[in-house]
T-cell receptor
Framework: AQTVTQSQPEMSVQEAETVTLSCTYD???????LFWYKQPPSRQMILVIR??????QNATENRFSVNFQKAAKSFSLKISDSQLGDTAMYFC???????????FGDGTTLTVKP | GAVVSQHPSWVICKSGTSVKIECRSL??????MFWYRQFPKQSLMLMAT?????????EQGVEKDKFLINHASLTLSTLTVTSAHPEDSSFYIC???????????FGPGTRLTVL
């Protein structure tokens, strides 16, 4: 079974600065997907970024980028130029192909301070 | 992008009553829907997997008779919490998946409060 570990329960960052959220996972699969989801106070799950394991290039979405280290089974999220609206709980997730469902980490609560 | 809706968004009920939560995929047909439960500041806990026209598959520890799931069409799945008790108070989230897309689309969630 896959496991996803987020070792930082809470983090904070000053507005406009950069923050990195950590995620490690354990799997014996070679092909899979990794995700970062944002859950703001509204509790709607929002997909931030998606990475396919067979792609070596790190995924980026505007101010959000990942550092995917397949051998180390590490998948960290970097948020640049942090904004107040980035305040949320962030979940790292793992999905096997065609499984349809993800295994989630415990989440990291990020607070962006003005 | 694909949109998933849930209804109601918030429900309060008395202990002993049943509550039905609907999950709809609005602009696509979902081959599979999933139901999650989430307590404050915790992760999503998968309750069951729902496929259209077949019985739901429940995760270990989830009571089938208490959390009834019906997936009548490719766009609608319902979760009924039967004989609700205060400990069933939680945030319930559904997600829908399109086969071969390998992406989950989440509903906005339903907050259930049992008095």
């Amino acid at each position: 079974a896959q496991t996803v570990t987020q070792s930082q329960p809470e983090m904070s960052v000053q507005e406009a600065e950069t923050v990195t959220l950590s995620c490690t996972y354990d799997t014996s699969e070679n092909n899979y997907y990794l995700f970062w989801y944002k859950q703001p106070p509204s509790r709607q799950m929002i997909l931030v970024i998606r990475q396919e394991a067979y792609k070596q290039q790190n995924a980026t979405e505007n101010r959000f980028s990942v550092n995917f280290q397949k051998a180390a089974k590490s998948f960290s999220l970097k948020i640049s130029d942090s904004q107040l609206g980035d305040t949320a709980m962030y979940f790292c997730a793992f999905m096997r192909p065609n499984a349809g469902k993800s295994t989630f980490g415990d989440g990291t609560t990020l607070t962006v301070k003005p | 992008g694909a949109v998933v809706s849930q209804h109601p968004s918030w429900v309060i009920c008395k202990s002993g009553t049943s509550v039905k939560i609907e999950c709809r995929s609005l602009d696509f047909q979902a081959t599979t829907m999933f139901w999650y439960r989430q307590f404050p500041k915790q992760s999503l806990m998968l309750m069951a997997t729902s496929n259209e026209g077949s019985k739901a598959t429940y995760e270990q520890g989830v009571e089938k008779d208490k959390f009834l799931i019906n997936h009548a069409s490719l766009t609608l799945s319902t979760l009924t919490v039967t004989s609700a008790h205060p400990e069933d108070s939680s945030f319930y989230i559904c997600s829908a998946t399109v086969i071969l897309e390998d992406t989950q689309y989440f509903g906005p969630g339903t907050r259930l409060t049992v008095l």
